[in-house]
């Protein structure tokens, strides 16, 4: 278990929809976050003069994953107002600095490689940068420093709505309660798919493999717009007369995920079993009875 942590998040404009300030009040980064409505207030703000590596978050509704951007920066808003010139995904801006501007270029430069790297192996955003390139150099002082930084600004990030860092499915130890992180199977006609359920939703685990013929009740809906979306980018791929996941896959909901695999309308809670032959369904009720009956004590 992680140790205890106290996180400030203050909100300069008064509201959560506007400009926030995140940090851990025993560590020296800041996380910023700002709407792509909010620039010119944004501008008038100390924090723009730090440098700083940044995050551009979007998408559009048509897109699987959310999108980000990583980059580096020794001017904050002219560098966001060229992106809001050039640029259209994104809707929010999080760019992390130094409390007492001790970052220097080489801090930034490998927070950004180290952010490019890290978001490409999560694979839970769809990164629009490119490859991260080799890990620059820096100073072996510098170097002892880095590592916490970068935790501190995966947690800020992570705070403010932007788990960018984190695999869908994370390695658990073996004696890990809850029936949250055990493995979920599902088989049906020219399907066999392994999935985890996770407090985002529920990931189809990459190598799944679905059936490709739909059911006429599944034609014309969700089930085949989001085949052809996951098709088109890749996260499906035809091989051997059966759709396989290339790549771990978030869905908002059992049901969503076992309705894609079996092409049909399905109950994913009923659906999904754990390698006992018992439903995600069942095995909540219990928890949640568990759950009940310690309250009571």
Not at 21 to 46: F, G, H, K, N, W
Not at 59 to 82: F, M, N, V, W
Not at 85 to 99: P, Q
Not at 117 to 138: D, H, I, Q
Request: with cysteine; charged share 25%.
């Amino acid at each position: 278990m992680s140790a205890p942590k106290t996180l400030q998040i203050f909100l300069p404009q008064g509201s959560p929809s506007g400009i926030r300030i995140a940090e851990l009040t025993t560590r020296i980064v800041q996380a910023v976050a700002c709407p792509r409505t909010e620039l010119e207030a944004l501008s008038r703000r100390a924090e723009i003069g730090h440098i700083a590596t940044y995050f551009l978050f979007g998408g559009t509704d048509e897109d699987s994953k959310p999108e980000t951007y990583i980059g580096q920066t020794e001017d904050i808003i002219a560098r966001l107002r060229a992106h809001d010139a050039k640029k259209e995904f994104w809707h929010t801006v999080v760019f992390l600095i130094s409390r007492t501007h001790s970052f220097t270029q080489a801090h930034i430069r490998w927070l950004e490689w180290k952010g490019i790297a890290m978001a490409t192996g999560a694979r839970r955003y769809k990164l629009t940068n490119g490859n991260s390139g080799g890990e620059p150099f820096v100073t072996e002082t510098i170097r002892a420093d880095l590592d916490e930084i970068f935790d501190t600004g995966s947690i800020l990030l992570e705070a403010l709505g932007y788990p960018v860092f984190r695999p869908l499915v994370e390695k658990r130890a073996v004696d890990s309660p809850g029936f949250d992180r055990d493995e979920w199977i599902l088989t049906g006609i020219e399907a066999s798919a392994r999935g985890s359920y996770s407090p985002d939703g529920f990931v189809v685990r990459e190598g799944s493999t679905c059936r490709i013929k739909l059911t006429n009740a599944a034609r014309g809906g969700f089930i085949e717009a989001t085949r052809e979306r996951l098709l088109s980018e890749r996260i499906l791929a035809e091989v051997n007369g059966r759709y396989v996941f290339t790549e771990d896959y978030l869905f908002k909901t059992p049901s969503g995920a076992a309705t894609v695999v079996l092409g049909r309308n399905a109950n994913g809670w009923t659906e999904w079993k754990n390698k006992d032959g018992v439903v995600i369904d069942q095995i909540r009720k219990k928890a949640a009875e568990i759950t009940v009956h310690r309250g009571e004590g």
